[in-house]
């Protein structure tokens, strides 16, 4: 049985570094091998997303075979809107049985963002609770029900935290909550406002919390001042502080995107000497080709190997 | 109490197309009160067909009667040889009375007069809101009496979720986030330890008819039966 890349990397006491692939909208395989391309060799493990902003995409397990195929270690996102506790642990059965090993555990966004606003979404079970579902699969070898796995699935579980959203106090419970149900390690929104992130982080430090769980923090580079303005006004959860669109409306606007990558070297670097913070989650969303130069300028190449 | 909205007319009146007498039954319980099937209602819906179907040519007859519940045989009977004489029924009580009244006469075609919506409350005059989908496993009691199943998008159990946005749900600005709401109504109360314990997956029971026979009930039967 391979061991995943990521815990292997992470319990190594390295400071983690893993990408992020949105499958296309169709069966196009090129499409992922093109993204892929700019992934090998520079990140630790990449998030596949599972319909993303609730649009109808290539299946996360079946893009996550062909990014395996690419090269890549791939970090199976599911999230509960979609299908029920049935569909969801044959899904992770097969997910295993085809040799992935990590996944991220989502409520994913509610289905009136998407193409399909008619439909039902699921939510049978919450991200709390699937994250105790896969634990429950590999700790104990069984379903939810109780009844006995025959081989179990022994994944590498991982959750979200959004440090951002209100009620800001109880957000480090919730963080406590996902590591009692069972989270390995945690990937945050993506991040800008740097002191709410410390301040997080310090609060979870202080509980004992990040001694139990990896943290990985999100980091996406701001590709243009539309692209922050947009951030800070549409996203839902999204904290853009002012300093962050000044910044970038301070500069030419063909320097807009590297001033972006700037900022996101700056607050890797950061990160690296957080204490509390063992890695970086970076969302270069639709942007994947920059992710050899972002690497490169945020000194985390050569990945390590272990 | 059961919320309903009525039908649009334009479907109602296609529903009747080849009805020359028809019966609009209102029910003076739930969707009376949110004004959508008591008697107002009735009248309202049948002078409505009485012009667009004379406007057509194709005049109809219409009857009208309401009851206190259609949701209860007690009451039902009211129609009972009444309803004979018709040769279609509109039924403007909740799904629930449309359905009784449909088994009562199984040889009358009964036609949904309302759109029954949710289980609610009555905020004002003319404004409800939904408070309770009858999930069948209540547990309000963790979480402050305010009911994510029905009020968070996302139905969830141990949120909020990374959505939420000063206050509000993340799909709609004016939608209170029902996480956002039990968090602080839990925290003024000291009672955040009851939300910090992980909800287990619920115990969906509404995914198959469900009846319920209190325990005086089954014992009265088996008295009957000795
Ligand atoms: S928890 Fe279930 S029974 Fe209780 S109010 Fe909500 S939907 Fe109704
Ligand atoms: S924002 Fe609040 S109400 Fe909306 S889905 Fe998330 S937790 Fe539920």
Redesign the pocket.
């Known amino acids: 049985m391979t061991e995943s890349n990521l815990k292997k990397i992470l319990d190594a006491g390295h400071f983690a570094f893993t990408g992020e692939l949105g499958p296309p909208r169709g069966a196009n395989v090129a499409a992922i091998m093109e993204k892929a391309k700019f992934l090998v060799g520079n990140v630790d493990s990449v998030n596949i997303t599972d319909n993303q902003t609730a649009m109808v995409r290539m299946s996360s397990w079946g893009a996550s075979l062909i990014a395996m195929q690419a090269g890549l270690e791939p970090n199976y996102q599911m999230v509960c809107r979609d299908r029920n506790r049935l569909a969801m642990q044959a899904d992770i059965l097969g997910a295993w049985a085809h040799g992935i090993r990590n996944m991220l555990c989502l409520s994913g966004d ?1 289905q009136q963002f998407g193409d399909h606003p008619q439909s039902k979404g699921v939510f049978d079970i919450d991200s709390m609770q699937l994250i105790g579902m896969v634990r429950k699969m590999r700790d104990e070898g069984k379903f939810l029900s109780g009844g006995d796995i025959d081989d179990s699935p022994k994944m590498f579980i991982g959750a979200a935290a959004n440090p951002f959203a209100e009620p800001f106090d109880w957000r480090v419970h919730r963080l406590a909550k996902k590591i009692q149900a069972g989270a390995d390690f945690v990937q945050t929104q993506c991040i800008f406002n740097m002191d709410k992130m410390r301040r997080w982080v310090q609060q979870a430090n202080d509980m004992g919390l990040t001694e139990k769980v990896y943290i990985l923090a999100g980091v996406t580079p701001m590709k243009s001042l539309g692209m922050a303005r947009y951030m800070k006004l549409k996203v839902p959860g999204m904290d853009v502080p002012d300093d962050i669109i000044d910044r970038i409306k301070g500069v030419d606007k063909k320097k807009q995107a590297d001033e972006g990558i700037r900022i996101a070297c700056e607050q890797i670097q950061e990160f690296k000497e957080m204490k509390g913070v063992a890695g970086v989650h970076l969302m270069a969303i639709e942007w994947e080709h920059r992710v050899p130069e972002i690497a490169e300028r945020a000194k985390v190449l050569p990945r390590p190997k272990v | 109490m059961i919320v309903a909205e009525r039908k649009p007319f334009q479907e109602i009146k296609d529903m009747l197309k080849d009805a020359k007498k028809v019966l609009t039954v209102g029910c003076g319980t739930c969707v009376a009160v949110c004004l959508a099937g008591g008697s107002k209602e009735v009248g309202v819906l049948n002078a409505e067909l009485k012009i667009a179907r004379k406007l057509e040519g194709k005049p109809i007859e219409l009857g009208a009667a309401t009851v206190e519940r259609q949701c209860d045989r007690e009451f039902l009977a009211e129609l009972d040889g009444v309803i004979d004489r018709y040769d279609a029924v509109v039924s403007m009580a909740c799904g629930v009375g449309i359905q009784f009244l449909a088994e009562r006469y199984p040889q009358i075609p009964v036609f949904p007069g309302v759109n029954t919506t949710f289980m609610g409350a009555n905020q004002d005059v003319g404004w409800y809101e939904e408070r309770c989908r009858g999930c069948g496993t209540c547990f309000l009691g963790i979480t402050g009496g305010i009911c ?1 199943v029905t ?4 139905g ?1 159990q141990n ?3 990374g ?3 000063n206050g509000s ?3 709609n600005q004016d ?1 209170p ?4 709401a039990i968090y602080e109504r839990l925290a003024k109360q000291g009672r955040l330890a009851s939300i910090m314990a992980i909800c287990p997956p619920t115990d969906w029971r509404n995914q198959i008819p469900r009846t319920i026979v209190q325990p005086g009930y089954a014992k009265r039967k088996q008295l009957l039966a000795k």
């Open positions: 509610h | 994510p009020m968070c998008a996302k969830l949120g909020p979720c959505g939420t946005n749900c993340e799909i939608q986030c029902a996480w956002q």
